[in-house]
């Protein structure tokens, strides 16, 4: 199995480049993100409370999120037999230590993490225009500012915890589209 982590900071182009993934890989895509704002869409109770979280630019609780992780793992066996896109999960070290629990008692593991590096300037300016174009809610600047503090705070450690592992690899995320997948590609192929 292929076990791809699609790491980055909010705007670093995970969405974008997971949908390049998937059309070059055979392999299941999870955004936690889509998944919440699915169950917003819907109406669920899950909705509603990680709503609260996401308008204010706080992550939702680990316990809830890795839960359900294990729920979409679960229900897409078949699916994800090739391997799976991570796209915003893992965000906390809570939550890679999970996964790694998770991947190990299902006898796979994390091939490699991309890591999409844009500097804070690009990333808000994306977001911004992002929140125009789709009417995202997050994407205004009042909860920009806070996602980033999330995400230098809690999900940036992960850098250094996968860069132990051996699994990192930074990949510039500034430029055309294409070119960073060509990055990505190689990256992706070193570990295939
Ligand atoms: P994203 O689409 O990945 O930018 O996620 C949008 C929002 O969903 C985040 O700002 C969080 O509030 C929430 N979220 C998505 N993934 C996670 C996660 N792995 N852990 C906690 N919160 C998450």
């Known amino acids: 199995m292929l076990n791809i982590v699609i790491f980055g900071a ?10 390049n993934l998937i059309k070059t890989y055979n392999l299941f895509h999870i955004s936690t993100g889509d998944v919440l704002r ?5 109406g669920t109770e899950l909705g509603a409370t990680a709503k609260a979280y996401i308008d204010k630019g706080q992550l939702i609780p680990d316990d809830l999120m890795i839960g359900i992780l294990a729920d979409v793992l679960d ?9 799976v896109i991570f796209d915003g999960f893992p965000r906390t070290i809570a939550q890679a230590e ?4 998770m991947l190990q008692e299902r006898g796979t593991s994390v091939s490699t993490v991309i890591g999409l590096e844009v500097p804070e300037e690009e990333l808000i300016e994306r977001i911004i225009l992002r929140g125009k174009q789709t009417g995202r809610t997050d994407d205004n600047m009042e909860t920009v500012k806070n996602r980033l503090a999330v995400y230098h705070n809690q999900t940036s450690p992960l850098q250094a915890f996968y860069k132990e592992k051996g699994l990192y690899q930074a990949i510039k995320g500034t430029g055309k589209i294409e070119e ?13």
Do not use: W, Y
């Not at 229900?75 to 391997?83: D, F, I, L, P």
């Open 10 to 19: 909010p705007g670093s182009g995970k969405g974008t480049q997971s949908d």
């Open 38 to 42: 699915d169950n917003i869409k819907r």
């Open 75 to 83: 229900s897409n066996k078949e699916a994800a037999a090739q391997g």
């Open 98 to 101: 999970a996964l790694e629990t």
């Open 180 to 192: 960073i997948f060509d990055d990505i590609r190689r990256a992706v192929d070193a570990v295939k």
